[in-house]
């Protein structure tokens, strides 16, 4: 499994723009790149996944370089709300079960 | 649809006692699986199943137990609980079978054991 590498911590405040890049180096030709974000006390949440360029929904876009060893979950004007943890995955949807690993995840806080 | 349902929300142990934690989900999906998090770390996956009677082991088996008779339902053992076992377990559910599909989570077991 294609392992990856985040930002531990990020500080923004409302309003603003946010960008969290995750690095996999070893992204296998069939992986997809998928982001969770999760609140306190919850499980994870799916927010976002993508294979190349640009994925966007109503949350977030993901944007995914020509080579793919990088992703960049953005996150447009960002509210406290959106205080988590944003976690990014890569995975072969296809193929048969793998052990899914999550990681540490990039610890998001929002100040006003 | 409920979605994935977990109980209880929270236990309590005494060292070596067993207890069974129950995860069910309503949305017909083969894939589940157990995670559990430690205070300030990631999800870590403890077993894992692609349908009625197939498991498989994660990343830290060791003291779980796990079977899956039905789509719906997929328990996990404490076989003689740890200290070291205190976290909060999360179950989720997949439509594709790899996994890596969108997982819908549970509002987890928060555990303790004494």
């Known amino acids: 499994l294609a392992k990856t590498t985040q930002p531990i911590s990020m500080d923004s405040y409302e309003g603003q723009e946010v960008n969290i890049t995750c690095s996999h180096n070893n992204i296998a030709t069939n992986d997809y790149i998928t982001w969770y974000q999760q609140f306190p006390s919850q499980g994870p949440r799916f927010i976002i996944q993508?294979?190349?360029t640009k994925v966007t929904n109503e949350v977030a876009s993901l944007f995914i370089p020509a080579d793919r060893k990088s992703s960049t979950l953005s996150l447009p004007r960002v509210s406290l709300s959106d205080t988590a943890v944003y976690y990014c995955?890569?995975?072969?949807?296809?193929?048969?079960?793998?052990?899914?690993?999550f990681g540490s995840g990039t610890r998001l806080s929002i100040r006003p | 649809n409920a979605g994935v349902t977990q109980t209880p929300k929270f236990q309590v142990l005494k060292t070596g006692q067993s207890m069974t934690l129950q995860c069910a989900q309503d949305?017909?999906?083969?894939?589940m699986s157990w995670y559990r998090q430690d205070p300030g770390m990631g999800l870590r996956l403890i077993h894992y199943s692609v349908g009625a009677g197939i498991t498989d082991q994660g990343e830290v088996p060791n003291g779980y137990n796990v079977s899956r008779s039905t789509t719906e339902d997929f328990p996990l053992r404490l076989l003689s609980a740890a200290p070291s076992q205190t976290s909060v377990y999360f179950c989720a559910s997949s439509y594709l079978t790899s996994g890596s599909g969108e997982q819908f989570f549970g509002p987890g077991t928060r555990l303790t054991v004494l």
């Open positions: 995955l890569v995975g072969d949807l296809y193929s048969s079960a793998s052990k899914i690993i």
């Open positions: 993508g294979y190349k």
């Open positions: 949305m017909n999906h083969e894939y």
